[in-house]
Structure formats: structure tokens, C-alpha cells
């Protein structure tokens, strides 16, 4: 099973970016798809999940500003991130879950400055 990430950059302050996370290999019954973070010198965290069932979760420093989402025929998940602040700088990870065992992508950057 591979996780590829994609879709970081630079933007500015206000910006928006979308991210992709496409799983391949072999790919069933993924249950829980997941972004995490990390800031330079700071722990990972998680940004937000959505469930098989398509209920979301999200940490309140990104709550009103990003959307995640999943297209299951693609083995996709999105992140929406709109009104980017410096803050949201970091890598991004992705995540799925699968018969309880955890798969994360490589990482994409996304830095947020003027």
C-alpha cells in the first residue's frame, strides 16, 4: 500500500491550497482517512479525519477554514484549505486506516508567508 500526497506550496497569507492524498496498492475496506501536521519543532498533529461514513472531525485552529473530503472510487482524500494563515505552515500528512492498521504518505509542504 502506498500513500502519494500532493498539491502544497507556497501561497500567501489568505491564500488557499487543496491537498490530494491518493492510495494505491492494495487498497480495501479503508475506514478512517486522515491530515496531520508538523511544524517545524513541534509535535505532529492531527488536522482533520473522515470516517467511512463521511463524519468529519476537525482541530479548532483550522475549524471554518478547511474541508476535508473522500472519493472512495479513487481511493482519495482532499483538504481543502482556504484563508491560510503563517501558522499553517508545516508538512502535511496523510493517513488511512485499514483493518486497524495505520498508512501514512510521504509529506507535502505547505508554507504560508508574504
Known amino acids: 500500500v502506498q500513500l502519494q500526497a500532493s498539491g502544497g506550496g507556497l501561497v500567501q497569507p489568505g491564500g488557499s491550497l487543496r491537498l490530494s492524498c491518493a492510495g494505491s496498492?492494495?487498497?480495501?475496506?479503508?475506514?478512517?482517512m486522515s491530515w496531520y501536521r508538523q511544524a517545524p519543532g513541534k509535535q505532529r498533529e492531527l488536522v482533520a479525519d473522515i470516517t467511512s461514513y463521511r463524519s468529519k472531525n476537525y482541530a479548532d485552529s483550522v475549524k471554518g477554514r478547511f474541508t476535508i473530503s473522500r472519493d472512495n472510487a479513487k481511493n482519495t482524500v482532499y483538504l481543502q484549505m482556504n484563508s491560510l494563515k503563517p501558522e499553517d505552515t508545516a508538512v502535511y500528512y496523510c493517513?488511512?486506516?485499514?483493518?486497524?492498521?495505520?498508512?501514512w504518505g510521504q509529506g507535502t509542504k505547505v508554507t504560508v508567508s508574504s
Open positions: 496498492g492494495s487498497i480495501f475496506s479503508i475506514n478512517g
Open positions: 493517513k488511512f486506516v485499514m483493518l486497524g492498521v495505520d498508512y
